[in-house]
């Protein structure tokens, strides 16, 4: 999984050293200004720019600060790699002279990964398991959508999280508690030195321990004297189990901190804090987003993962019911939405573990038969799918009416949020989000299921950074063998969202939700618009067999419309599918989401222009 910010840069090579570098500037001809990006081999999410002047080399270390700004040491931060490298080419701001001419990657040239890229990944993973105890397939999920804004976490809280940090205790008390047990060499412990916010480092050598303090200089950087700096504490005891770096031995084992070692012997994931039964708590009755109660820091976004929805089947012990009985419902008279089947209610259902918020579709009561086996293949389908993006069925109630009762997605229609919210949600957020539901359609797309009505209407949110897909009124399950589903007749159908071969010959597949997916993200990018404005649906078949397509949205990025166009590919077979779309919408999310914003390096500019020298 790539997600470094200059991954998509032609004259990026990756984790190469200072001599492969000079390598290929020779190869390329060594002409004055050529210069490549590589990473930095000793600073975490760092690079260096290596630059040809007079035949000569010159390696400029480009720094990641902790506001995600980037520097060369002296110069002006920029919110990104290709920003900076951008900036250089018009002026050499101290630089040997301006970044004339990029040394091209050769195909035969992968971008080269490095031990930190494999470090990260496991960061993540530990940091995700320990946070939200997610494991397996939620734990991928969750990575895979999230992975910027966990490593911002991670920067600043992970190790509060990890078996080897002790909080503040005594120098005398972290010497207790590494000679308790076995004393191998290496084995360590963090602690809090005192209240002043700086840290020491115990380990056993020789059956002796030995203290470190760990300094932070001014820039925030931690590091052991005269030894490699890092942002975060964590990412320095990662490196030290590698490189002893000043120490006497490279770090081993973890001394366990109480928590970790009450934990090391129970077999089932522990349960989550602060929780009755893993759902979030019920929306308010204005209708605004309802916040999770547990433990979210008021300084950052509600993450996917910190809403119960995400994994509700944590405890495996709670098995997913199908049928439900009326007295474990309550149903509120608060309707949030309808349609021809009847309406949709809030209500609570009551568990042996507590009150689930929960969404009911409610039956018309007077419905003929053939309007409720609908509602019934609609239950079949959803009872199928677990998937975070994806809104799950919880049960079927049969009681004055059929009900099917589903997680609750209090935040309503994709559609309607951002037409309301026009000020507030900033581009980067719907690329999340349409990252989300390209994860719940991929999927649906691998479990072979077809939804036939993607939609900015169909796809709610349960708070603006999450989303979840909707309404399998009309999706099918196909066979094994088959990749499309025929429709017989043509009912009320959403012309609008649907791929040219549904509406000529009636087939429709994977590949026909991708022009949906396309659709809806013409939706969500121009917050809330109406496709085809004020088309007709003949008019739109004509449009669209006629090579037309529908414009690029005003505030929508080139990149998000580019792949707008690939799901509106005319022929079925050459329109990606979900595992291409969701990896192209991924690179981007992943990009924008690690840049600084531009305001923020803005700020940071100032406050570098006004900084005072330091020694
Ligand atoms: P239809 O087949 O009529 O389109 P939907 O399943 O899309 O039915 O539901 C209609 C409306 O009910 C939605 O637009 C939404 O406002 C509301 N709704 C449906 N399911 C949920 C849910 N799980 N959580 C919150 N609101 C929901
Ligand atoms: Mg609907």
């Known amino acids: ?16 050293s200072r001599s492969d570098a000079e390598q290929h500037l020779k190869l390329a001809g060594m002409a004055d200004g050529l210069f490549l990006l590589r990473q930095c081999l000793r600073s975490l999410g760092g690079y260096v720019l290596s630059v040809v002047w007079n035949l000569e080399f010159s390696h400029y270390p480009v720094e990641k600060q902790l506001n995600g700004t980037y520097c060369i040491a002296g110069g002006k931060p920029h919110c990104g790699p290709a920003e900076l490298c951008e900036f250089y080419s018009k002026d050499p701001d101290g630089l040997v002279c301006i970044l004339r001419k990029p040394c091209l990657r050769s195909p035969d040239t992968p971008i080269k990964a490095g031990v930190f890229d494999d470090l990260r990944e496991n960061m993540l993973r530990e940091y995700v398991r320990q946070t939200w105890s997610l494991e397996g397939e939620s734990m991928e999920q969750a990575i895979i959508s999230q992975a910027p804004q966990l490593e911002k976490l991670i920067a600043t809280t992970a190790h509060e999280k990890m078996p080897w940090y002790h909080g503040k205790i005594s120098r005398q008390e972290g010497e207790r508690r590494l000679y308790s047990g076995v004393q191998p060499d290496g084995k360590f412990l963090v602690r809090d030195r005192d209240d002043s916010g700086t840290f020491a480092l115990s380990m056993m050598y020789g059956k002796t321990v030995y203290h470190y303090q760990i300094l932070h200089d001014k820039s925030g950087k931690y590091s052991m004297p005269e030894g490699t700096k890092f942002d975060t504490i964590w990412q320095l005891v990662e490196y030290q189990k590698m490189k002893p770096d000043g120490l006497v031995t490279v770090l081993g084992e973890s001394c366990l901190n109480g928590k970790a070692a009450a934990e090391k012997t129970p077999n089932l994931p522990a349960p989550r804090p602060g929780r009755t039964n893993g759902y979030t708590p019920a929306p308010r009755a204005d209708g605004a987003v309802s916040k999770p109660a547990n433990n979210v820091p008021a300084d950052r976004d509600v993450l996917p993962m910190d809403c119960s929805g995400f994994n509700p089947y944590h405890n495996p012990n709670e098995v997913r ?17 309808s349609g021809n ?54 049960g079927l109630c049969n009681a004055e009416s059929l009900m099917l009762v589903m997680e609750m997605a209090s935040a309503g229609p994709l559609n309607k949020f951002l037409s309301a919210n026009k000020d507030t949600v900033t ?52 066979g094994a063998d088959d990749n499309y589903y025929k429709a017989r007749t043509s009912g009320k159908w959403p012309l609008k969202w649907y791929a040219p071969e549904c509406i000529h010959f009636h087939k429709f597949s994977s590949k026909s939700d991708v022009w949906s997916f396309g659709i809806t993200m013409w939706e969500a990018f121009s917050y809330g618009g109406k496709p085809y404005k004020k088309m007709k649906g003949m008019d739109v078949m004509r449009f669209i067999d006629g090579g037309s397509r529908m414009e690029c949205p005003s505030a929508c990025p080139e990149r998000m419309y580019t792949v707008m166009k690939e799901c509106w590919t005319y022929k079925h077979e050459e329109r990606p599918d979900f595992k291409k779309v969701e990896e ?32």
Do not use: W
């Open 1 to 16: 999984m790539s997600i470094d910010p200059a991954a998509e840069l032609p004259f990026f090579y990756g984790s190469i």
């Open 321 to 337: 019911r199908f049928n439900i009985k009326r007295n474990q419902l309550l149903i509120d008279e608060v309707e949030l939405g």
């Open 341 to 394: 089947f009847g309406c949709v209610k809030k209500g609570v259902l009551k568990t042996d573990s507590g009150q689930i918020d929960v969404a009911i579709k409610v039956l018309k009561s007077d419905n003929e038969k053939l309007v409720k086996e609908e509602m019934m293949r609609e239950a079949e389908i959803m009872h199928q799918l677990s998937n975070p993006y994806i809104v799950r069925m919880l």
């Open 427 to 478: 581009m980067e957020n719907i690329v999340n989000l349409m990252h989300q539901v390209s994860v719940g359609m991929k999927y649906l797309e691998e479990k072979n299921f077809v939804h036939r009505d993607l939609a900015a209407r169909n796809v709610l949110l349960v708070n603006q950074q999450f989303a979840k897909i909707s309404d399998f009124g009309l999706s099918k399950a196909l």
């Open 584 to 615: 192209s919408m991924r690179s981007y999310h992943f990009s924008v989401s690690n840049k600084a914003k531009p305001e923020e390096a803005a700020a940071a500019a100032a406050a570098a222009a006004v900084a005072e020298p330091v020694e």
